[in-house]
């Protein structure tokens, strides 16, 4: 019999580092989306927060924290930069950006609300509440649509509940409403 008898080649197989360039390429085709995809979802992403920013700026509007109006201008700064980045196709930079000015919208709006008293929110929130109603008690209307109607009816209750809280002192209690 002979000694040497045949071992395994436990080493790495000659072809091993080509599949694995193979299989990370299938991989990074098959998972990222096409560019045109890409470039979509950051124009919107972009998009919304402008939007958001809009809603941001009337949070900070009512408020007098002049912190706030400072972080709430830094946020809008930062997303016309987006807006500049995305024009020239630096969807990178583009995204970057939009995240930043998300993120100062929102610490400018933490800033506004805790510096508002309870009362100031209520008060706030009320008359924001009143034109909304109006709004869209003129669309339901506009449109003969008896849910939308049915559901402006039920947050006058409320409304009419909070503001009775509000009147006695009950801040908290009406803010709840």
Same mark, same amino acid.
């Given at each position: 019999?002979?000694?040497? +008898?045949?071992? $395994?080649?436990?080493?790495?197989?000659?072809?091993? $580092?080509?599949?694995?360039?193979?299989?990370?390429?299938?991989?990074?085709?098959?998972?990222? $989306?096409?560019?045109? @995809? +890409?470039? &979509?979802?950051?124009?919107?992403?972009?998009? /919304?927060?402008?939007?958001?920013?809009?809603?941001? #700026?009337?949070?900070? #509007?009512?408020?007098?924290?002049? +912190?706030?109006?400072?972080?709430?201008? &830094?946020?809008? &700064?930062?997303?016309? *930069?987006?807006?500049?980045?995305?024009?020239?196709?630096?969807? %990178?930079?583009?995204?970057?950006?939009?995240?930043?000015? *998300?993120?100062?919208?929102?610490? @400018?709006?933490?800033?506004? *609300?805790?510096?508002?008293?309870?009362?100031? %929110?209520?008060?706030? *929130?009320?008359? =924001?509440?009143?034109?909304? /109603?109006?709004?869209?008690?003129?669309?339901?209307?506009?449109?003969?649509?008896?849910? @939308?109607? =049915?559901?402006? =009816?039920?947050?006058?209750?409320? @409304?009419?509940?909070?503001?009775?809280?509000? /009147?006695? #002192?009950?801040?908290?209690?009406?803010?709840?409403?």
């Amino acid at each position: 019999m002979n000694n040497k +008898q045949r071992q $395994p080649n436990l080493g790495p197989h000659p072809l091993m $580092p080509v599949l694995a360039c193979v299989f990370l390429l299938a991989v990074t085709l098959l998972s990222a $989306p096409p560019a045109a @995809a +890409q470039h &979509d979802d950051v124009q919107s992403y972009v998009e /919304r927060t402008g939007e958001l920013l809009e809603l941001a #700026g009337d949070v900070v #509007g009512e408020s007098s924290n002049q +912190q706030a109006r400072r972080v709430m201008i &830094d946020a809008n &700064d930062l997303h016309h *930069r987006s807006l500049l980045m995305l024009e020239q196709g630096n969807w %990178r930079a583009a995204l970057s950006f939009s995240q930043r000015a *998300r993120k100062s919208g929102q610490h @400018a709006v933490r800033i506004a *609300r805790e510096s508002q008293s309870q009362e100031n %929110r209520v008060r706030t *929130r009320l008359e =924001r509440y009143r034109e909304f /109603r109006d709004q869209i008690l003129d669309r339901a209307r506009e449109a003969n649509d008896e849910l @939308a109607l =049915r559901f402006v =009816r039920e947050s006058e209750k409320q @409304a009419l509940r909070a503001t009775d809280q509000y /009147r006695q #002192g009950n801040h908290s209690m009406a803010e709840q409403l």
